[in-house]
Every structure is written in C-alpha cells, then in structure tokens.
Nanobody, 121 residues
Framework: QVQLVESGGGLVQPGGSLRLSCEAS????????MGWHRQGPGKQRELVAS???????TYADSVKGRFTISRDNAKNSMYLQMNGLKAEDTAVYYC???????????????WGQGTQVTVSS
C-alpha cells in the first residue's frame, strides 16, 4: 500500500511562509493527479490545491494568490509553498493522490499523519 508522508509544518507568524513536502513510498506520481488538503480545529477536511500529472493546478478561493502547488515526479514528491499565511490557515495539512490517468483530482489514498501548520503571533 502506498504511504504518504507530509512534512514541513511548524509555527509561523502571520504573513510568514512555509513550504510543505509530500513524499510517496513508491512511484505513484507520474500519471496521477495529486492534492493538498487541510483540516482546521473543529472543521471538516477541505481541499486546498490540486495538480494534474500535466501540471495544471487548481486552488481553493481562500488560498489563491498565496499558495503554490508543485510536483517533482522524479523525486516522488509534491510541494505546497505557502506565503502570506493567516491565522485561518492553521490546520493539519494532508496530501493524497487520485486515480491513475485521471484528468481530475479525487483523493483515493489512505490519509497520512499530516503536518501541523500553526499561524500565530
């Protein structure tokens, strides 16, 4: 079974930046869409950003212009560059993958531990 490991979270002040990483245990990235999700305190998990195998990206309205999703298939890795962080970005961030060859993203993998992002002064 594919394992996903998220890293890069931490405590940052409002307006700061963090770069999250997602690594897969095996090579699954090449022709699968991928996505970042988050779950804030008392909230449901939500999709933050997704990227197709061809590199097309989508973003939640709340993070557009501040977050950038990218992938490096050769390294089995995906990233989320987060700039201009706000208190409302505080959440556990998770990555996941979609169906092989799919042109759109719908998470089908098991959820990992996630990485905690806390935005606070």
């Amino acid at each position: 079974q594919v394992q996903l490991v998220e890293s890069g979270g931490g405590l940052v002040q409002p307006g700061g930046s963090l770069r999250l990483s997602c690594e897969a245990s095996i090579s699954i990235f090449t022709i699968r869409p991928m996505g970042w999700h988050r779950q804030g305190p008392g909230k449901q998990r939500e999709l933050v950003a997704s990227i197709t195998s061809g590199g097309s990206t989508t973003y939640a309205d709340s993070v557009k212009g501040r977050f950038t999703i990218s992938r490096d298939n050769a390294k089995n890795s995906m990233y989320l560059q987060m700039n201009g962080l706000k208190a409302e970005d505080t959440a556990v961030y998770y990555c996941n993958y979609g169906r092989l060859g799919s042109s759109s993203y719908m998470p089908i993998g098991s959820w990992g531990q996630g990485t905690q992002v806390t935005v606070s002064s």
